[in-house]
């Protein structure tokens, strides 16, 4: 008994110990690992790379990932998905250096705060990027890139916005309900809002948008700016952001905003109180998993005031990644024209490269959508975005002008309320080293 | 045991006495091995240890470290002396949060101590299924808090939900629960109380039962009621336990995260974790998290976390006064 438990003791210990070095035997082989790597880069294609590949679920088609170690005989493509905060987990593990990917995959909201650390990546354009820039949308593109054209981000799929309606409910309401004629009619945010005071007149109950807060998002991102512009100054007094922001207050005045969340939005999407929404188009897989009566009664049409992106997201290559030209051939194949047609049938990506907006896949129509080939929607919508410049403390800053557009819901006026979002917004920024007037 | 501390602190005192005496003189024995001999023992609690100091002890002191740091999580750190603090200071979303945090805390905690107790007495009396009574009133506090935030999310939803339904049948106008400042704040209350009544009257349930019952028999018999009894000896005999648990309502409250993370929308790409419309529900705790997770802004996350730590430990100090105060009385 006394014997077993002392050998206990020893062994916990030896394992003890054994953890307690196994980061240090971590560091060493590390080093070993990235020289021969590198070596064996420059040497040729002809060794057997082993590539981690992170990314979240629904972020890349499982099917195509599977299939990267088929098409690459000398690549092993070891993919994880990882669950959670995405970022937070992506930023310690490479804080702590070990355990990094060879290639990872970083959402659209974080790639601004990334590329501040683009020196933590590889840029793409060493491997080889250029030759591949005309395939793939130029905003997007340049979404991936810093201000001093590094590229880090690959372009994985976009979030055109367009809007999401329904007929039968406009029709009531006398409005327009052909895709075209509804997208020449809404063409403006005052035609749109107009329309949204004749909904609720002839329809009571019922609302033109789900909230304020996603007409400023959208405003703000049909434009080329944002709150920083690329000689790191604030903007967020400008016209740009004071436009979105009296569209936003505007909503609030007339009354068409839904102010909805979680489950009511969901039932008012299905019971036609929220006959219209305007959203990117992976927004389409929340409204099908929420209409049950509404199946085949949904349509899409060109949103008012032009297609912003929301959302969307990029593959990149850390620098400590074994073999970034192995990541990178990886890569482009993982996100090629035929192989993104594939990811929007699988995972609903829509893709940014428009040679795949001509597949088969995208132009198929969708039967509840009612047989509309939204593609033709969606198309002509990711490719009419305006390039734009986000800065990595955009976000940041942006946060007190969402907060005063819900002031306004509850009553605040929308000059006291703008002030204050501005001198909040300028706070911020100048906290973040950005250069304030 | 419990019960007689509150009460007779003069007898305490001597009783202890004797038992001190009886034990103090084994470690004089032990004082004579060299410490080392008890290597097995000291071995046996360093588990605790050394996970405390890796998880515990050094992120503490790193945050410390951090505080005084601007750092975005990935580049070279910035050393920015006392600007972090002195922003803290000056940031009114901070102050807005600290307000919304202490109103949270008061709605959940007044109340949820409250029920444990009355909930307590009456598991106590119960004669038939205790043991179900007690798994189930503690089932809440081991249930996923996340799992549980989107049930509350759709009973506070406000046109679909149970609870405006109910106002409705009642014929009571309908509260947007979960856009309405005092609306968000009561639904993340609720959630909290819902989940720590059945801990705290389980730990009240242990304080009763070292209440003599002789103390109930002899009120009995002097013809005192069911409320006379709870409110002239439970109440009074439950002091201490009642007080350990406003403070651990107290630490726990003041750091309320969770709640208004997954009932206020921690997953929208714009604006994340902001406490929801009007950041009515943006606790502490919530805007460290958002400074530092999705701001990137460590520095200033690790200067707010102090703040907190700083906080917690003023109303720890303040409940421990309360203690004193009323011992000596």
């Given at each position: 008994?006394?014997?077993t438990?002392?050998?206990?003791?020893?062994?916990?210990?030896?394992?003890?110990?054994?953890?307690?070095?196994?980061?240090?035997?971590?560091?060493?082989?590390?080093?070993?690992?990235?020289?021969?790597?590198?070596?064996?880069?420059?040497?040729?294609e002809?060794?057997?790379?082993?590539?981690?590949?992170?990314y979240?679920?629904?972020?890349?088609?499982?099917?195509?990932?599977?299939?990267?170690?088929t098409?690459?005989?000398?690549?092993?493509?070891?993919?994880?998905?990882?669950?959670?905060?995405?970022?937070?987990?992506?930023?310690?593990?490479?804080?702590?250096?070990?355990?990094?990917?060879?290639?990872?995959?970083?959402?659209?909201?974080?790639?601004?705060?990334?590329?501040?650390?683009?020196d933590?990546?590889?840029?793409?354009?060493?491997?080889?990027?250029?030759?591949?820039?005309?395939?793939?949308?130029?905003?997007?593109?340049?979404?991936?890139?810093?201000?001093?054209?590094?590229l880090?981000?690959?372009?994985?799929?976009?979030?055109?916005?367009?809007?999401?309606?329904?007929?039968?409910?406009?029709?009531?309401?006398?409005?327009?309900?052909?895709p075209?004629?509804?997208?020449?009619?809404?063409?403006?945010?005052?035609?749109?809002?107009?329309?949204?005071?004749?909904?609720?007149?002839?329809?009571?109950?019922?609302?033109m948008?789900?909230?304020?807060?996603?007409?400023?998002?959208?405003a703000?991102?049909?434009?080329?700016?944002?709150?920083?512009?690329?000689?790191?100054?604030?903007?967020?007094?400008?016209?740009?952001?004071?436009?979105?922001?009296?569209?936003?207050?505007?909503?609030?005045?007339?009354?068409?905003?839904?102010?909805?969340?979680?489950?009511?939005?969901?039932?008012?999407?299905d019971?036609?109180?929220?006959?219209?929404?305007?959203?990117a188009?992976?927004?389409?897989?929340?409204?099908?998993?929420?209409?049950?009566?509404?199946?085949?009664?949904?349509?899409?049409?060109?949103?008012?005031?032009?297609?912003?992106?929301?959302?969307?997201?990029?593959?990149?290559?850390?620098?400590?990644?074994?073999?970034?030209?192995?990541?990178?051939?990886v890569?482009?194949w993982?996100?090629?024209?035929?192989?993104?047609a594939?990811?929007?049938?699988?995972?609903?990506?829509?893709?940014?490269?428009?040679?795949?907006?001509?597949?088969?896949?995208?132009?198929?129509?969708?039967?509840?959508?009612?047989?509309?080939?939204?593609?033709?929607?969606?198309?002509?919508?990711?490719?009419?975005?305006?390039?734009?410049?986000?800065?990595?403390?955009?976000?940041?800053i942006?946060?007190?002008?969402y907060?005063?557009?819900?002031?306004?819901?509850?009553?605040?006026?929308?000059?006291?309320?703008?002030?204050?979002a501005?001198?909040?917004?300028?706070?911020?920024?100048?906290?973040?080293?950005?250069?304030?007037? | 045991?419990?019960?007689?501390?509150?009460?007779?602190?003069?007898?305490?005192?001597?009783?202890?006495?004797?038992?001190?005496?009886?034990?103090?003189?084994?470690?004089?024995?032990?004082?004579?091995?060299?410490?080392?001999?008890?290597?097995?023992?000291?071995?046996?609690?360093?588990?605790?240890?050394?996970?405390?100091?890796?998880?515990?002890?050094?992120?503490?002191?790193?945050?410390?470290?951090?505080?005084?740091?601007?750092w975005d999580?990935?580049?070279?750190?910035?050393?920015?002396?006392?600007?972090?603090?002195?922003?803290?200071?000056?940031?009114?979303?901070?102050?807005?949060?600290l307000?919304?945090?202490?109103s949270?805390?008061?709605?959940?905690?007044?109340?949820?101590?409250?029920?444990?107790?009355?909930?307590?007495?009456?598991?106590?009396?119960?004669?038939?299924?205790?043991?179900?009574?007690?798994?189930?009133?503690?089932?809440?506090?081991?249930?996923?808090?996340?799992?549980?935030?989107?049930?509350?999310?759709?009973?506070?939803?406000?046109?679909?939900?149970?609870?405006?339904?109910?106002?409705?049948?009642?014929?009571?106008?309908?509260?947007?629960?979960?856009?309405?400042?005092?609306?968000?704040?009561?639904a993340?209350?609720?959630?909290?109380?819902?989940?720590?009544?059945?801990?705290?009257?389980?730990?009240?349930?242990?304080?009763?039962?070292?209440?003599?019952?002789?103390?109930?028999?002899?009120?009995r018999?002097?013809?005192?009621?069911?409320?006379?009894?709870?409110?002239?000896?439970?109440?009074?005999?439950?002091?201490?336990?009642?007080?350990?648990?406003?403070?651990?309502?107290?630490?726990t409250?003041?750091q309320?995260?969770?709640?208004?993370?997954?009932?206020?929308?921690?997953?929208?790409?714009?604006?994340?974790?902001?406490g929801?419309?009007?950041?009515?529900?943006?606790?502490?705790?919530?805007?460290?998290?958002?400074?530092?997770?999705?701001?990137?802004?460590?520095?200033?996350g690790?200067?707010i976390?102090?703040?907190?730590?700083?906080?917690?430990?003023?109303?720890?100090?303040?409940?421990?006064?309360?203690?004193?105060?009323?011992?000596?009385?």
């Amino acid at each position: 008994m006394d014997i077993t438990r002392r050998d206990l003791l020893r062994y916990s210990l030896i394992g003890a110990t054994g953890v307690a070095l196994g980061p240090l035997a971590g560091c060493g082989s590390d080093s070993s690992d990235k020289a021969s790597s590198s070596s064996g880069g420059s040497s040729g294609e002809a060794s057997t790379a082993d590539l981690a590949l992170w990314y979240w679920g629904g972020g890349l088609s499982d099917k195509v990932v599977a299939d990267a170690s088929t098409h690459f005989p000398n690549i092993k493509v070891t993919a994880t998905q990882i669950g959670g905060n995405f970022k937070e987990k992506l930023l310690t593990t490479m804080t702590g250096g070990q355990g990094v990917p060879d290639i990872t995959g970083i959402k659209g909201e974080d790639i601004a705060s990334f590329l501040s650390s683009a020196d933590q990546f590889v840029d793409l354009r060493e491997l080889g990027a250029d030759s591949l820039a005309s395939k793939y949308l130029a905003w997007k593109w340049k979404q991936g890139s810093t201000v001093d054209g590094k590229l880090i981000g690959f372009p994985i799929d976009i979030g055109p916005t367009a809007l999401y309606y329904r007929p039968d409910i406009y029709e009531q309401a006398g409005l327009p309900t052909d895709p075209a004629a509804v997208g020449t009619a809404f063409a403006t945010w005052e035609a749109f809002f107009d329309a949204g005071v004749e909904l609720q007149a002839k329809v009571p109950g019922t609302f033109m948008l789900t909230d304020a807060g996603g007409v400023f998002t959208l405003a703000i991102g049909q434009g080329a700016q944002r709150f920083v512009d690329p000689s790191n100054t604030f903007i967020g007094d400008g016209e740009h952001v004071r436009r979105a922001f009296e569209l936003a207050a505007k909503t609030v005045e007339l009354g068409i905003d839904g102010r909805l969340a979680g489950e009511d939005y969901n039932a008012a999407l299905d019971s036609g109180t929220l006959p219209s929404i305007i959203g990117a188009a992976w927004l389409g897989l929340d409204i099908k998993s929420a209409a049950k009566a509404s199946v085949g009664k949904w349509k899409v049409a060109p949103g008012p005031g032009g297609a912003s992106n929301i959302g969307g997201s990029f593959l990149a290559i850390p620098k400590s990644s074994s073999d970034p030209k192995a990541a990178f051939e990886v890569i482009t194949w993982l996100l090629s024209p035929e192989n993104q047609a594939r990811g929007f049938t699988d995972a609903s990506l829509f893709p940014s490269t428009p040679e795949a907006y001509a597949m088969p896949a995208l132009t198929a129509p969708d039967p509840f959508f009612g047989g509309q080939a939204t593609i033709e929607v969606f198309g002509p919508a990711a490719k009419s975005i305006p390039e734009f410049y986000e800065g990595p403390y955009d976000a940041a800053i942006a946060a007190p002008y969402y907060n005063e557009v819900t002031n306004i819901e509850s009553g605040k006026s929308l000059e006291d309320a703008w002030a204050d979002a501005v001198s909040e917004g300028k706070k911020i920024a100048k906290k973040q080293g950005v250069k304030t007037s | 045991m419990t019960a007689s501390t509150g009460t007779a602190h003069p007898r305490r005192a001597t009783r202890r006495d004797p038992v001190f005496r009886v034990t103090s003189a084994a470690p004089r024995r032990a004082r004579d091995k060299p410490v080392r001999s008890y290597w097995r023992q000291y071995l046996a609690i360093s588990p605790f240890y050394a996970i405390f100091l890796v998880f515990g002890l050094f992120p503490l002191g790193f945050t410390l470290y951090l505080s005084f740091q601007r750092w975005d999580g990935l580049g070279d750190m910035q050393f920015v002396g006392l600007e972090q603090y002195r922003y803290l200071i000056h940031d009114s979303v901070f102050w807005h949060s600290l307000r919304n945090t202490l109103s949270i805390w008061v709605l959940s905690t007044i109340p949820m101590l409250c029920i444990a107790l009355v909930l307590a007495t009456m598991l106590q009396s119960s004669v038939r299924f205790t043991g179900f009574y007690r798994i189930a009133y503690y089932v809440p506090n081991v249930t996923s808090i996340v799992s549980a935030a989107i049930v509350f999310g759709s009973i506070f939803a406000t046109q679909f939900g149970l609870l405006n339904a109910a106002l409705h049948a009642l014929h009571i106008s309908e509260v947007n629960w979960l856009r309405e400042p005092w609306g968000m704040k009561i639904a993340v209350a609720t959630l909290s109380t819902w989940q720590w009544t059945g801990y705290n009257a389980l730990i009240y349930l242990a304080g009763l039962q070292t209440i003599p019952t002789e103390l109930y028999e002899a009120a009995r018999v002097d013809g005192a009621g069911p409320i006379q009894c709870f409110l002239r000896i439970t109440v009074p005999l439950m002091r201490p336990v009642i007080l350990f648990t406003v403070i651990v309502s107290t630490v726990t409250g003041l750091q309320t995260f969770t709640e208004p993370q997954v009932l206020f929308g921690s997953n929208a790409s714009t604006n994340p974790n902001s406490g929801g419309p009007g950041q009515g529900a943006l606790t502490m705790v919530l805007y460290f998290y958002h400074q530092a997770f999705d701001n990137r802004d460590y520095g200033y996350g690790a200067a707010i976390a102090w703040a907190v730590f700083l906080i917690v430990t003023l109303f720890t100090i303040i409940n421990w006064r309360l203690v004193q105060r009323r011992k000596e009385a």
